[in-house]
């Protein structure tokens, strides 16, 4: 089944304080892509972070980092010193149908952080 | 990244007529766009792959005379709705694919669609 499994609905976090949000995915093929999207309230999807399935290395931007557990199908995302903008919708989405590299998104976490 | 627009930002028409919405690629040639629907508090769910010069394809569910698809040129995909009914009241998004290393999605700033 294509699945991406967001177990978390809504999550909060003090301000400065670090929170990471799980991702899990089904999938048979080995060619793949994870990603992280933010979206605020004006709804506009804004790209987080991003890995590829055959890298080992885990993927870092500033204060965004992943934990990515292949064997697993974990896709963790981990938020440092977390801001009052960091508030927003995260969704987790992986490519599937090689060739065309449609998205699956999972149902979203609330990040909600407090001041 | 690339900068993806679409147009109207918001629409509310009545039951019966027939919307348009357009997703255009502003700094990028894109081949393939994607087109999104999001109830709210929910995520995205993909309705069709559109590709330029092609006909677009649906996924499984999605009613292909219903939601008109056209990919006319790699700036500018439409979306119409046909024969518009309150259920089809949602959050319309467009995407297009940049086909470098990520194969990662540019997301348009989206369309709600108000049906009365």
């Known amino acids: 089944a294509q699945t991406v499994t967001q177990s978390q609905p809504e999550m909060s976090v003090q301000e400065a304080e670090t929170v990471t949000l799980s991702c899990t995915y089904d999938?048979?093929?080995?060619?793949?892509?994870l990603f992280w999207y933010k979206q605020p309230p004006s709804r506009q999807m804004i790209l987080v972070i991003r890995?590829?399935?055959?890298?080992?290395q885990n993927a870092t931007e500033n204060r965004f980092s992943v934990n990515f557990q292949k064997a697993a199908k974990s896709f963790s995302l981990k938020i440092s010193d977390s801001q009052l903008g960091d508030a927003a919708m995260y969704f987790c989405?992986?490519?599937?149908?090689?060739?065309?590299?449609?998205?699956?998104f999972g149902t979203g976490t609330r990040l909600k952080v407090l001041a | 990244g690339a900068v993806v627009s679409q147009h109207p930002s918001w629409v509310i028409c009545k039951s019966g007529t027939s919307v348009k919405i357009e997703c255009r690629s502003l700094?990028?040639?894109?081949?393939?766009m994607f087109w999104y629907r999001q109830f709210p508090k929910q995520s995205l769910m993909l309705m069709a792959t559109?590709?330029?010069?092609?006909?677009?394809?649906?996924e499984q569910g999605v009613e292909k005379d219903k939601f008109l698809i056209n990919h006319a040129s790699l700036t500018l995909s439409t979306l119409t709705v046909t024969s518009a009914h309150p259920e089809d009241s949602s959050f319309y998004i467009c995407?297009?694919?940049?086909?470098?290393?990520?194969?990662?999605?540019?997301f348009g700033p989206g369309t709600r669609l108000t049906v009365l």
């Open positions: 995407s297009v694919r940049d086909r470098g290393l990520y194969n990662e999605q540019f």
């Open positions: 999938t048979s093929e080995s060619d793949y892509y």
């Open positions: 890995q590829e399935a055959y890298k080992q």
């Open positions: 989405a992986r490519t599937y149908s090689s060739g065309t590299y449609k998205y699956i």
């Open positions: 700094d990028f040639q894109a081949t393939t």
């Open positions: 559109s590709n330029e010069g092609s006909k677009a394809t649906y």
